[in-house]
């Protein structure tokens, strides 16, 4: 005979020559002849161990104080201990001990896609269970078209996306609603009169029907794109260059109108559009350059010879006025003296005759 004490948070099972027995609860026990006890805590799942768990579960007494979860292969069993995570089961059968500890189980089917089990984000984030999960991040200036097997199901506004991963296709087409911008850069075109060119032309555009511009077309900023390039080049085909230079304000309405219907099949609206720069290649520069200067000088000509020509007008009306008006002819004598005096230290002049024509002498006589 063999004296054993179960402790509490503790069972015992007994075993005769390997074969199960018996369960032992708390208490001190007598074990007979050839018989041994396997002790196991109660707050620790349970390990069966070499002796089949079937085998153990014919014991009524001892099913009743298990949690006996089976997994099937599409499950996730998800236990929490007195409320807090514990871990995530797959496929299998495991055993938890009832009484000292609350064990709490969510069972979970993998074969579906949406997440309809009351489960936390914060345990869907938790690395046994996130690899079962396909996480879609939808930011709050997007929406995004949700496909199943390539099928269209419906539109996602901003938040985070949860489903399960399986053998199930999901994917998610995110679009920007935001005003956004097209660039149509370098655009080498021919004026109509043969001048070569580099364009830059923008347009601000929003995506206004997202199903028609991800479903129906394919790329729709590149057939935005296009269009805008094709527009654009229609039009300035049509004007010379010094028209082009002119106009371009009229050009650039004139594609924003042609290609609104274009972008209203695509799902997209365009806002506004403009032309950015003109950019003359490297003869035509110079040519320009050199037309340019010519022009500036011509202006510069017809500026000089006007000031000239009212400058003589002016001086022949002084004269006039000088030749009826002694005074005035003396004043401008006094004029001319004051002029003189600043840039000649002493002057000496003495006699009849006019201050002026005595002036006149003596520099003539200087010489």
Excluded at 159 to 179: C, E, M
Excluded at 193 to 213: G, L, P, T
Aim: charged residues 30%.
């Amino acid at each position: 005979m063999k004296r054993v004490r179960i402790n509490a948070g503790q069972v015992g099972l007994v075993f005769r020559k390997g074969d199960y027995k018996r369960v032992l609860t708390e208490g001190v026990y007598w074990l007979g002849l050839n018989e041994s006890v396997i002790k196991y805590k109660l707050n620790i799942p349970f390990q069966a161990g070499t002796v089949a768990l079937e085998i153990l579960l014919k014991d009524e007494e001892l099913a009743s104080m298990w949690h006996v979860i089976d997994v099937l292969d599409n499950e996730l069993v998800i236990v929490f201990k007195n409320g807090k995570y514990l871990q995530a089961l797959t496929a299998g059968r495991y055993v938890f001990w009832k009484g000292l500890v609350d064990y709490t189980f969510t069972r979970a089917d993998l074969s579906k896609i949406y997440i309809t089990e009351k489960i936390d984000k914060a345990i869907l984030t938790k690395y046994e269970v996130a690899k079962y999960v396909r996480v879609f991040e939808v930011a709050a200036y997007e929406k995004a078209v949700l496909l199943v097997d390539d099928v269209y199901v419906k539109t996602l506004v901003g938040g985070t996306y949860r489903f399960w991963r399986n053998d199930t296709s999901i994917k998610i087409a995110k679009v920007d609603l935001r005003q956004l911008q097209l660039e149509v850069s370098g655009q080498e075109l021919l004026t109509k009169d043969k001048a070569a060119i580099r364009i830059n032309f923008y347009a601000q555009y929003k995506v206004m029907d997202i199903e028609k511009a991800v479903l129906e077309n394919k790329d729709y900023e590149k057939q935005l794109y296009v269009a805008m390039q094709l527009a654009l080049r229609s039009y300035v085909g049509t004007y010379t260059l010094d028209e082009l230079l002119e106009n371009k304000e009229t050009i650039a309405k004139a594609v924003f109108e042609d290609t609104k219907t274009a972008a209203k099949k695509l799902g997209v609206t365009v806002l506004n559009c403009g032309i950015r720069d003109v950019i003359l290649t490297g003869e035509m520069k110079e040519i320009m350059n050199r037309v340019l200067v010519a022009q500036k000088q011509a202006q510069a000509n017809v500026i000089t010879r006007r000031e000239e020509t009212a400058s003589t007008r002016s001086l022949l009306n002084t004269a006039k006025l000088m030749e009826d008006n002694e005074m005035l002819y003396k004043l401008k004598e006094m004029e001319y003296v004051e002029k003189i005096a600043e840039k000649i230290g002493e002057i000496t002049v003495s006699g009849n005759g006019g201050m002026v024509k005595q002036l006149k002498e003596i520099f003539t006589t200087s010489k």
